[in-house]
T-cell receptor, first 111, second 113 residues
Framework: DAKTTQPTSMDCAEGRAANLPCNHSTISGNEYVYWYRQIHSQGPQYIIHGLKNNETNEMASLIITEDRKSSTLILPHATLRDTAVYYC????????????FGKGTRLHILP | DGGITQSPKYLFRKEGQNVTLSCEQN?????MYWYRQDPGQGLRLIYY???????QKGDIAEGYSVSREKKESFPLTVTSAQKNPTAFYLCASQLVGGANVLTFGAGSRLTVL
């Protein structure tokens, strides 16, 4: 079973920040939080990952709570092209074992 | 450019036939994975391989088989024993020991007629 819980779907207005939550209350100390997204009928694409500090790259920002039990992916200025399913997964870095994806959050960007 | 190539993109088969989906990567990645996705659902792990000539079952391995004879290749065979094979199949790979980022192929859509 997936170790994360995400809302089934969310809406966001174009141009606004999209904030996608993820609950991972059973996360272990050596597990990282990874985010991927899947645009319809394509393979998932890596977005960002982090351990405990907030991270930012050209695609998004990742905010992890101090107790590491939850995180938020932030798309600062959502566009229609950001409409996709977003997956949050937790796993240890440096491991190559089975990787479990949940059902993710279906994000709709509204014009 | 490096990446993962899945073929064919679309495949139709009759019930009772085996079919093999190809997955090739030129990223020099060690680990490779096969996932199945049904409409409106998440990804479910079929098989994964961490090294040549070795592979492990995922959560839904029944009715599927794989081989890993070369580092670059991880073909998936959907056998006639798979009761509901119509689905979108995704292959992924990962460099072990790095950032553990998965790279996915574009997928293969299998339809059983």
């Amino acid at each position: 079973d997936a170790k994360t819980t995400q809302p089934t779907s969310m809406d966001c207005a174009e141009g606004r920040a999209a904030n996608l939550p993820c609950n991972h209350s059973t996360i272990s100390g050596n597990e990282y939080v990874y985010w991927y997204r899947q645009i319809h009928s394509q393979g998932p694409q890596y977005i960002i990952h982090g351990l405990k500090n907030n991270e930012t790259n050209e695609m998004a920002s990742l905010i992890i709570t101090e107790d590491r039990k939850s995180s938020t992916l932030i798309l600062p200025h959502a566009t229609l092209r950001d409409t996709a399913v977003y997956y949050c997964i937790v796993r240890p870095r440096g491991r190559d074992d089975k990787i479990i994806f949940g059902k993710g959050t279906r994000l709709h960007i509204l014009p | 450019d490096g990446g993962i190539t899945q073929s064919p993109k679309y495949l139709f088969r009759k019930e009772g036939q085996n079919v093999t989906l190809s997955c090739e990567q030129n990223l020099n990645h060690d680990a490779m994975y096969w996932y199945r996705q049904d409409p409106g659902q998440g990804l479910r792990l079929i098989y994964y391989s961490q090294i040549v000539n070795d592979f492990q079952k995922g959560d839904i391995a029944e009715g599927y088989s794989v081989s890993r004879e070369k580092k670059e290749s991880f073909p998936l065979t959907v056998t006639s024993a798979q009761k509901n094979p119509t689905a979108f199949y995704l292959c992924a790979s990962q460099l072990v020991g790095g950032a553990n980022v998965l790279t996915f192929g574009a997928g293969s859509r299998l339809t059983v007629l």
